[in-house]
Every structure is written in C-alpha cells, then in structure tokens.
Nanobody, 117 residues
Framework: QVQLVESGGGLVQAGGSLRLSCAASGIIFSLNVMAWYRQAPGKQRELVAAITYGGRTNYADSLKGRFTISRNNAKNTIDLQMNSLKPEDTAVYYC???????????WGQGTQVTVSS
C-alpha cells in the first residue's frame, strides 16, 4: 500500500518560514520523481517543485529563490523549505510521487499552509 504522509504545515506570518516533510512508503523510491504541489481555494493544483532520484530539481518560476526542495533517498523522504512566505502562498500542499516506468501518480492527503498578512 502506497503512503505519502505530509507534515509541517501550519499558520505563519508573512515573511516567515516553514518546512514541510513527506515520508513515502510502499513505493520503490529510486523509481519515483518526487514533487510538491499546492492548491489554493478556487484555483487549480499547481506544481511547486520536483526532484529526481539523482537530485535534479525543477521549480515553478514564481517560487525560485524562496522555496527549496530536497530529498533523502536513504530515508525515503522529501522536504520543502519555504522562506519569505507571502499570503498568496496560502494553500494545501500535497506530496506527489510519479513512478517513471509507469507514469503512475500517487498523492498524499495534503497539509494546510496559511500565511497571514
């Protein structure tokens, strides 16, 4: 059974930082590109950042320089360090795993991030 369990969300003031974590189980971690997506109320889910097994990263253009994705292949975890948070970063953040051999997507339950002004 595949499980992606997010943690670390919460309420923070504008300008603050949060670190999200995602623990994966039930997948072959080395075969998965891991990513964070987010969905704000009334908006479509969007890619925040992705990272391959080898550590290659991809970020949404608007978030480069503020957010950093990292991966621990020994622990089957990924993190998202979010700095200089803005109210528009308020969203539910989802952990995603995409298996490269089958293009199957797995999703976590999501964690709420709220940035107050």
């Amino acid at each position: 059974q595949v499980q992606l369990v997010e943690s670390g969300g919460g309420l923070v003031q504008a300008g603050g930082s949060l670190r999200l974590s995602c623990a994966a189980s039930g997948i072959i971690f080395s075969l998965n590109v891991m990513a964070w997506y987010r969905q704000a109320p009334g908006k479509q889910r969007e890619l925040v950042a992705a990272i391959t097994y080898g550590g290659r990263t991809n970020y949404a253009d608007s978030l480069k320089g503020r957010f950093t994705i990292s991966r621990n292949n020994a622990k089957n975890t990924i993190d998202l360090q979010m700095n200089s948070l803005k109210p528009e970063d308020t969203a539910v953040y989802y952990c995603n795993a995409r298996t490269v051999t089958t293009q199957t997507n797995y999703w976590g339950q999501g964690t709420q991030v709220t940035v107050s002004s």
